[in-house]
Every structure is written in C-alpha cells, then in structure tokens.
C-alpha cells in the first residue's frame, strides 16, 4: 500500500491555492526572461526562463492531478475520497503517477538548471550524470515520498552557495534577496521530509508560498527599478562634471 | 548595446531633447563614433533630429524609451541572477 497525497483532509484545496500562486510568479519570470532574451539574445536568460518554466511545468502537473483527486470527477471517481482520507490505495490509475512523477521530475530538472547557470565550465558528463538522478530520484520517490523532496533540498542548498557566492562578489541587494527566497523554499523542502505529520505538511505549504511571495516582490523590485530615471544609465563612458571619477580606464 | 542605451539614458536624463555636442561630450564618444550611433538609433525610431533656431537637438522617442526601460530592467534581472 502506497501514499498517494499526504494532503491533511483540512488543507485539500489551499495547497492548490498555494500551487496555483507559485505558478503565477514562475510563469511571470519565464516571461520576463523571454522579454529580455529577445533584447540581448543571451542564451543564460532563455535558460533561466526554461529552468522557472520546467518547475512552473511541474507545479501544473500536480495541480491537474489533485483536482480530479480531491473534487471527484474524471479518473478519480473510482477511487474517490478514499485515497484522501485514508492515504491508502490499491490499484490507482496509471494518470496519478505519471501527473506526480511529472511533477518531481520537471521539479528537480528546473531547479538543477537554475543552479548550473552561473556556472561556466559545461560538460554533456555533467548533465547525464544529473539527469540520472534526477530521473532516480523521481522514481523512487513513488516508493519513498522523501526522496524527492531531499534531492530537492540538496539541489537548492547548492543553489543558495552558489548566490551568496555571486552576492560576495556583486553586493547586489537584489542577489541577496533571491538567495533569501531559495533558502526559504529549501526550508520547505526539509519541512516537506517530515511532511507525513499532517500539520508538518500545512507548515512546507506555508513556508513554501513565502518563498514564492518573496521572488514576487523580486519581480516587483526589478520591474520597478527600469521605471526609475537614471539621468546617465549605467555608463561607464559619462563624461559629466565629475568625469575623472565615473571614467574606468 | 550598452553605448546605445547610454546614449538613450543621457537624452532622456536632459528632459528628452539634447544638442547634440552635449550628447557627444556626455556619453565620451568621438564624432565619427557618434554618427554611426545616431544613424543606428534613428534607423531604430529611438531617436529623431529636432530642428530649433539655435541649431538642431536631439530628442527621445516613445520607442526609445521603450527600449530604455526594457533595457534597465533586463540589466537589473541579469545582475540579480549574476548572468
């Protein structure tokens, strides 16, 4: 007998609220970077866009396969409440598995591409390697739900050294802020390991939407900042009144 | 790309509208520099010559504007991610 949802009877419905929401801001930063490749034609920001796209992707999946769990209609009518309530089921539809498998599949593969993308050094090794146990992973977490989530804790520890590497180098507030987000969302990945108690489990979704919250207010800072009126842009060539010191020669 | 946006920023930073030894002066470009980046902007409707009785200005489009506000928000995004 196996888990299917380890969604509480009292939190079914607001973790689709919380999905639908990530959605919305992962989707807002693939269309961001969508916007800005076709700017500069930089082959990162298409892949950044790709990485929140995959995880945006992924988020859908389990999103159209708790729907039919939860409001009993389509492939869950046979098994109806049931697997919500009890957790158990013996002969689930193929549908729930591949939606779920999808959905830590394309998980892991996003958040893998938005760590590796800083990174200059790329080898074909590297990616197969990674998409191995990615693939691992995603599987056997039908089996053991934890894996899942541990993989992704370790893929987004990686990604929070990588930024606060960068914010070392850039001071940038805005990095700081984007690594705040990923640590948060890493925090709901841990909590998600424990999330078979069921208040555990509310606790992930929470810690998760403001992981989420946070990257939109990132969205709003960025947005905001190309509104603002930069008399000299970001010129390095000003020769105003204080050209000895803008000037890098 | 960068110069180009400088130079946006720069007629912008000037209510919209600047002559244009003022924007040679400001950005630190040469003349011959400068007129090749003129002819790319105006070919691009960023910018268009204004002819006034002191001589002519340059002056920002709603196109350039555009592209500038594009520009710095795809430069933020860029910075943030350390792209």
């Known amino acids: ?249 | 790309m960068e110069i180009i946006s400088d130079m946006l920023a720069i007629v912008q930073g000037k209510n919209g509208s600047i002559k244009p030894t003022h924007l040679m002066y400001k950005a630190n470009l040469s003349h011959s520099q400068m007129k090749l980046y003129l002819e790319e902007l105006m070919i691009r409707n960023m910018i268009k010559k204004e002819e006034i009785k002191t001589g002519s200005m340059i002056a920002i489009t709603k196109n350039g504007r555009d592209f500038l506000l594009k520009y710095n928000q795809m430069r933020e995004f860029e910075k943030t991610f350390g792209l």
């Not at chain 1, 299917?4 to 992962?26: A, C, Q, R, Y």
């Not at chain 1, 998760?208 to 960025?222: C, D, Q």
């Open chain 1, 1 to 249: 007998m196996v888990k299917i949802v380890l969604t509480p009877e009292w939190f079914i419905g607001k973790d689709i609220m919380i999905e639908v929401f990530s959605v919305i801001v992962l989707m807002i930063f693939v269309i961001l970077a969508y916007k800005y490749y076709k700017v500069n034609h930089k082959r990162k920001i298409f892949y950044l866009g790709v990485g929140f796209g995959l995880i945006a992707l992924a988020q859908l999946a389990t999103i159209l396969t708790k729907l039919p769990l939860y409001y009993d209609f389509g492939p869950a009518n046979q098994v109806g409440e049931a697997i919500v309530t009890s957790n158990l089921a013996s002969s689930v539809d193929f549908f729930y598995y591949a939606g779920f498998f999808f959905h830590r599949f394309l998980t892991l593969l996003g958040f893998y591409m938005i760590y590796r993308l800083p990174r200059d050094r790329k080898s074909i090794g590297d990616y197969m390697a990674v998409l191995y146990f990615v693939i691992i992973s995603s599987l056997l977490s039908k089996e053991i739900f934890y894996i899942f989530h541990l993989t992704a804790l370790f893929i987004l520890i990686l990604t929070v050294e990588k930024y606060a590497w960068i914010y070392k180098e850039n001071r940038f507030f805005n990095t700081k802020i984007l690594m705040l987000a990923f640590s948060i969302l890493a925090l709901s990945q841990l909590a998600f390991v424990l999330s078979d108690i069921d208040i555990l489990f509310a606790v992930a979704n929470a810690i998760e939407l403001i992981g989420y919250s946070i990257l939109l207010a990132l969205i709003i800072r960025i947005w905001k900042y190309g509104k603002k009126k930069k008399p000299y842009g970001d010129n390095i060539r000003y020769a105003g009144n204080s050209a000895g010191k803008k000037r890098k020669h």
